[in-house]
Nanobody, 124 residues
């Protein structure tokens, strides 16, 4: 069993930065691939970024590539999403998710555990 709690969301102006954090419980965290997803009002949930078990491999949605960076600290059971050059279209609830596998995955179906989400609002 893995429990995930996101933090770090908030209100920021366009062009600003935020760092989301996801705290994970459970002894198997370091073996799991982790993902970040987001859902804007009236839209479906979409993939944002993913990171494999070691942090040595990451993958990003085209819409955030070059602006967002996923990282993890397995010693602290933490995963992070550094978001730079934020745009109003980045406004959404952001969720972290833990997979049963060790790689990175784009599909939400590959993730078994989900956090409650943290709101990110980018003003223009």
């Amino acid at each position: 069993q893995v429990q995930l709690v996101e933090s770090g969301g908030g209100l920021v102006q366009a062009g600003g930065s935020l760092r989301l954090a996801c705290a994970a419980s459970g002894r198997t965290f370091s073996c799991r691939g982790m993902g970040w997803f987001r859902q804007a009002p009236g839209k479906e949930r979409e993939f944002v970024a993913a990171i494999n078990w070691s942090g040595g491999s990451t993958y990003y949605a085209d819409s955030v590539k070059g602006r967002f960076t996923a990282s993890r600290d397995n010693a602290k059971n933490m995963v992070y999403l550094q978001m730079n050059s934020l745009k109003p279209e980045d406004t959404a609830v952001y969720y972290c998710a833990a997979s049963s596998g060790s790689g990175w995955y784009v599909s939400g179906y590959e993730y078994t555990y989900w956090g409650q989400g943290t709101q990110v609002t980018v003003s223009s």
